[in-house]
């Protein structure tokens, strides 16, 4: 028998489950998250597998969903020493480098920044001729002072060859050793947005290194020799050496994890999801059992960037969301919250400040703690609070809605005992069985995918030449991210003409997904 570790850290809880090789559910354990995350990480994976009972050489697979560099950033701390170099002169000479990022990460980010001849028109002839002379003086300038390179070069999404040799020449000087971060392989159109991205994904480098290293030593010390993979925000998995490559998509992957558990716990593939944790409500949408991407740029740490997202409509409400009552019996719900403080700040655990769970509580709403130490309140006055909680997560609802036609809508999370069985605009309410741990059991489910997004011509190839190309290049992606070869198939394609380009140019995008390769030669 084979098993398989899953683990999602969130703000409050870090869940951990441990499935057989059919994805039954064996043990699951929800531990504080800790202010580091490894050591809550380390607790939660020691606890599922005592509770399991199940051999260690048995394990054979571990995932996690973690938040680490989305800390890091947003937190500033534990970045990497970064140089960011932009292919594109003399045509972007007018916009530096981290426009309108804040200026507390441009201090830790924006110490080594060029701008070097060189990038691409839209139509993929060149503005200028690579200046390789520049790139080595620059090489050889912040060799010793980075260890990590964000390279962008104007439209790589149609011509990346600038900035694979630059890449060439910065492993020449620096070393194979110095991660160099390539936008072509991270974002898409969009110039400011993509080398965003790039240096975000740089700066983390370290972050996603550490914490891979620290996952595999601490199951080895549990005398478990189980395979890598972590989570990455389109509810899918990747190998260890590929989320240090591209550490920036691991961000947002525990509400995609949980969108992707919903799936399989209800065997739905095209629903709401309403997500619940101790401080946040994360809602996303199911489309062919896959979370559905954002279209829109979005900010991480206060940089706007175009990698790709889930699409997603987060609130301040959770099981631990403070309620203030003031004394005319007028009410505020969050967005602050005791987060995983709740077992000791919260009422009905005897502490001293009255929180969402603890209105639940008292209305008969939900079954934890102890009822008696919220039986004083008046209840007219928390029906109103409660009344005010269901309509944030209504209203939230209606906003990720495409038509007014009522949807499925599935409850997971551990906060979700909050929430009744009936909301305005939901078909009807599904609360699976193990839904406090959707998320784990999201990351431990997971498939591997690989997705390419690029601009081609097809007056070159034709358009079904091109999308074969597409396609086979996705699911090679897939395959080097750690996926089965003889189950890869394409679960999503994409093609806009732009009209504005010539060569009849078009936006293909692609993604594949398969399940984990069994090959276990190969153990991290």
């Known amino acids: 028998m084979s098993y398989r570790i899953g683990i999602d850290v969130g703000g409050t809880h870090t869940d951990a489950v441990l499935l057989d090789s059919e994805y039954r559910v064996i043990a699951k354990t929800k531990s504080a998250t800790t202010e580091d995350v490894s050591s809550g990480i380390y607790k939660a994976m020691r606890e599922v597998i005592a509770k399991s009972g199940v051999p260690r050489s048995q394990i054979h697979y571990a995932t996690l969903g973690t938040t680490h560099c989305t800390n890091a950033l947003v937190e500033r701390k534990r970045l990497n020493q970064i140089a960011s170099i932009r292919i594109g002169a003399p045509a972007t000479l007018a916009v530096k480098p981290l426009v309108g990022v804040p200026d507390d990460l441009r201090r830790h980010l924006g110490k080594y920044t060029y701008i070097v001849r060189g990038g691409h028109e839209y139509d993929g002839s060149e503005i200028a001729k690579l200046d390789e002379d520049d790139l080595y003086r620059i090489a050889h300038e912040i ?26 020449i910065l492993h020449e000087v620096l070393g194979s050793e110095i991660p160099v971060s390539l936008s072509h392989e991270i974002g898409s159109v969009g110039l400011l947005e993509r080398e965003n991205a790039t240096i975000l994904n740089s700066a983390v480098v370290n972050v996603a290194k550490t914490t891979a290293e620290g996952f595999v030593n601490a199951l080895k010390e549990e005398g478990i020799n189980a395979k890598v993979f972590f989570g990455q925000n389109d509810g899918t998995l990747m190998n260890v050496e590929y989320a240090i490559k591209y550490p920036i998509l691991t961000i947002a992957c525990g509400p995609t994890n949980s969108i992707r558990g919903a799936s399989y716990l209800t065997g739905l593939s095209d629903a709401l999801v309403v997500d619940v944790g101790g401080t946040t409500t994360d809602i996303g949408v199911l489309i062919n059992s896959f979370p559905r991407e954002s279209s829109l740029a979005v900010e991480i740490g206060g940089a706007r960037t175009n990698f790709r997202m889930p699409d997603l409509v987060s609130i301040g409400l959770g099981g631990g969301t403070i309620v203030r009552i003031q004394e005319d019996g007028s009410f505020t719900v969050g967005p602050d919250s005791v987060g995983y403080r709740l077992p000791e700040k919260g009422l009905v655990f005897g502490g001293d400040t009255l929180t969402a769970t603890d209105v639940a509580v008292a209305l008969g709403k939900a079954d934890i703690g102890e009822q008696e130490k919220v039986a004083h309140l008046d209840k007219a006055l928390l029906e109103r609070v409660y009344t005010k909680i269901v309509e944030m997560v209504e209203e939230a609802i209606d906003k990720m809605k495409t038509s007014a036609e009522p949807v499925p809508v599935i409850l997971v999370g551990g906060g979700s005992i909050l929430l009744p069985d009936r909301l305005k605009g939901a078909s009807n309410v599904i609360r699976p069985g193990d839904f406090g741990v959707a998320n784990a059991i999201g990351a431990g489910i997971a498939q591997v995918s690989g ?22 290049m996705a699911i090679e992606e897939a395959i080097t991210a750690g996926a089965d070869p003889d189950t890869v198939k394409i679960v999503d394609i994409e093609d806009v003409p732009l009209a504005y380009l010539p060569g009849n140019a078009t936006r293909v995008r692609v993604k594949a997904a398969g399940t984990l390769a069994a090959n276990l030669e190969k153990v991290n």
Do not use: W
């Open 451 to 472: 997705q390419i997004e690029r601009v081609f011509a097809l007056d070159e190839l034709g358009r079904e030449k091109t999308l074969e190309l597409a396609k086979q």
């Open 143 to 168: 060799k010793g002072n980075v260890d990590s390179v964000a390279v962008t070069s104007v439209f790589s999404p149609v011509s990346k060859q600038h900035e694979l040799r630059a890449a060439e």
